[in-house]
């Protein structure tokens, strides 16, 4: 996985201290990761499932007053070369509305083969099948807030 550029600059910048956030987002489900710069381990969280925007960010909202993050990261999907597509633009959507909803920082993470590579896991763990698909998504999340841990949190 890659860096990519924050939700306004196209620079990154490294997180505030404290609680973040991590997103895998998907037009249905959306994986939830929680971690902190002080520890520097992410862990999953939940998974929202639910097409409705308003759900969806009512649970976000929900998360946000309970974990009282410093910064959010979205992983940014991408095709395997870097190219973007439909579904990359949804997800800086996502991070804009993130950001202007609730007020904190938003960095983008390139998250190709994060669902691959939390299948793996989840595999190597036991759960294999149809019994990933309520944790792949959280799990993913959890990938991409790690790397994005890994990369700034213990620079």
């Not at 990154?12 to 997103?23: D, E, I, K, N, Y």
């Not at 309970?66 to 095709?79: D, F, I, Q, R, S």
């Not at 994060?114 to 294999?128: P, R």
């Given at each position: 996985?890659?860096?990519?550029?924050?939700?306004?600059?196209?620079?990154?910048?490294?997180?505030?201290?404290?609680?973040?956030?991590?997103?895998d987002?998907?037009?249905?489900?959306?994986?939830?990761?929680?971690?902190?710069?002080?520890?520097?381990?992410?862990?999953?969280?939940?998974?929202?499932?639910?097409e409705?925007?308003?759900?969806?960010?009512?649970?976000?909202?929900?998360?946000i007053t309970?974990?009282?993050?410093?910064?959010?990261?979205?992983?940014?999907?991408?095709?395997l070369?870097?190219?973007?597509?439909?579904?990359?633009?949804?997800?800086?959507?996502?991070?804009?509305?993130?950001?202007?909803?609730?007020?904190?920082?938003?960095?983008?993470v390139?998250?190709?083969?994060?669902?691959?590579?939390?299948?793996?896991?989840?595999?190597?763990?036991?759960?294999?099948?149809?019994?990933?698909?309520?944790?792949?998504?959280?799990?993913?999340?959890?990938?991409?807030?790690?790397?994005?841990?890994?990369?700034?949190?213990?620079?």
């Open positions: 996985m890659q860096m990519a550029a924050s939700a306004k600059t196209p620079t990154q910048t490294a997180p505030s201290v404290g609680t973040l956030l991590g997103f987002f998907g037009e249905r489900r959306i994986g939830v990761a929680v971690g902190d710069t002080l520890v520097g381990i992410a862990h999953p969280l939940q998974t929202i499932d639910s409705s925007n308003d759900i969806r960010f009512a649970a976000i909202a929900r998360l309970e974990w009282k993050p410093a910064h959010l990261v979205v992983g940014l999907p991408t095709h070369d870097g190219a973007e597509h439909e579904l990359t633009h949804l997800a800086r959507k996502f991070a804009r509305r993130l950001e202007g909803r609730f007020n904190l920082p938003v960095s983008l390139d998250e190709r083969l994060s669902s691959v590579e939390a299948s793996q896991n989840l595999k190597q763990a036991g759960v294999a099948g149809r019994k990933q698909k309520p944790m792949l998504d959280q799990v993913a999340a959890q990938l991409v807030l790690q790397h994005y841990l890994d990369r700034y949190a213990t620079a």
